[in-house]
Structure formats: structure tokens, C-alpha cells
């Protein structure tokens, strides 16, 4: 996705797999109980509840830098494509490969292993995501947005809209590898 590509392509594929985030939520997580939500691989990585924790965080401190730019309206002379900002093309692979071990931010640290409240907030993240993938159809997908204001770091609103979505897809994933390792935990103990 790092080609310019038409508009309504990009959003209508930001909104598919922002569905189908929602859908293995919805189907693998939401049933768990509290001895799976919240058991740790290890001391120092996450539960599956924590992955959730961190995804609800990380969402909340980002998203107000797309307010502004979802309110911006398309400019009458645009074609219609939309085309990612330079520092999205060199990092997006980089940063959302399962590979790459990224420190995450202090505020963005899940505090607990559990909360019983955690995947029904993070539907409804999901809920809002979807309305602002919705909205961004009448928007400027062009339109620049800080990612930390006083860095010279900025990506335009269809990148932070990618970002989203790519993020709730990596943790996603690894709330799946971490269910499975319980599974495998729990086969291996003796009856």
C-alpha cells in the first residue's frame, strides 16, 4: 500500500480489515475467561488483556492529531487517489513487523494484566475507528498531521488512518500467539 492508489481503494480496504479486526476479536477473545485473558508468557510480556490495554492507549493518544484533519475537506482540484508521506513509505514495514522489537512509550505500558472491561472498550474503539475511516471519505488524505509536536516527524491523515489500523493488527497478532502459548502451557500440564 505504499503506491498511490484511488481514495475510495484505500478507505474501502482501511475498512475491511478494520472489520475483520473486529470479527477475531469478537470471535477468539471476547469468549475467553479470566485465567486466559490474563496469564503472561513471561514476566515481562504482555497478556492477551494487555495487548488490548496498550492497543485502547496508544489509540487515544494518537488520535487527536487526525481530528483537525478529518474536518478538512477535499480540495475541489484533488484526483481522487491518495498517495502515503515519505516517512510512512520508509517506516510502515519497519515499524509493524512482528520482528522488530519497538520500546512503546511509558503512557501506552498496559497497567494491569486484567480488566474485565477492556475488549468491550476496545470494540467500541473499533466502532470509532470505523466512523473515522467513514468520515475521511469527504477529507483530505493528504492533509499533514504532527506525530509528536517539536519533532520534525509528521504523517498525512491516510497514513495515520493505516497506522491504526496496521497497529490493532500487530497486537492483535500477538494477543493470538499468546493464547496460543497458553493453549500449549495448558496441554502440557499434568492432569
Known amino acids: 500500500?505504499?503506491?498511490?492508489?484511488?481514495?475510495?481503494?484505500?478507505?474501502?480496504?482501511?475498512?475491511?480489515?478494520?472489520?475483520?479486526?473486529?470479527?477475531?476479536?469478537?470471535?477468539?477473545?471476547?469468549p475467553l475467561d479470566e485465567a486466559q485473558r490474563s496469564w503472561q508468557p513471561a514476566p515481562n510480556e504482555w497478556s492477551v488483556d494487555q495487548c488490548f490495554q496498550h492497543l485502547i492507549l496508544a489509540f487515544e493518544m494518537y488520535v487527536h492529531n487526525t481530528i483537525a484533519a478529518l474536518n478538512k475537506p477535499e480540495p475541489a482540484?484533488?484526483?481522487?487517489?491518495?498517495?502515503?508521506?515519505?516517512?510512512?513509505?520508509?517506516?510502515?514495514?519497519?515499524?509493524?513487523?512482528?520482528?522488530?522489537?519497538?520500546a512503546t512509550l511509558k503512557r501506552t505500558n498496559p497497567m494491569a494484566t486484567?480488566?474485565?472491561?477492556?475488549?468491550?472498550?476496545?470494540?467500541?474503539?473499533?466502532?470509532?475507528?470505523?466512523a473515522m475511516i467513514e468520515q475521511a471519505a469527504q477529507a483530505d488524505l493528504q492533509t499533514m498531521c504532527w506525530f509528536f509536536k517539536g519533532l520534525p516527524i509528521r504523517y498525512n491523515l491516510g497514513d495515520y488512518l493505516n497506522f491504526f489500523v496496521s497497529h490493532d493488527e500487530l497486537h492483535?497478532?500477538?494477543?493470538?500467539?499468546?493464547?496460543?502459548?497458553?493453549?500449549?502451557?495448558?496441554?502440557?500440564?499434568?492432569a
Request: no cysteine.
Open 172 to 190: 492483535i497478532d500477538q494477543a493470538q500467539r499468546v493464547l496460543t502459548a497458553y493453549g500449549q502451557r495448558v496441554e502440557m500440564s499434568p
Open 1 to 30: 500500500m505504499l503506491q498511490p492508489m484511488p481514495k475510495h481503494t484505500y478507505l474501502t480496504d482501511l475498512q475491511a480489515r478494520n472489520q475483520h479486526n473486529r470479527e477475531v476479536v469478537e470471535r477468539v477473545f471476547v
Open 77 to 102: 482540484n484533488a484526483d481522487g487517489s491518495f498517495r502515503p508521506s515519505w516517512w510512512a513509505r520508509r517506516t510502515l514495514e519497519w515499524q509493524f513487523n512482528p520482528e522488530t522489537k519497538l
Open 114 to 130: 486484567y480488566s474485565p472491561d477492556v475488549l468491550t472498550r476496545f470494540l467500541a474503539q473499533q466502532d470509532r475507528l470505523s
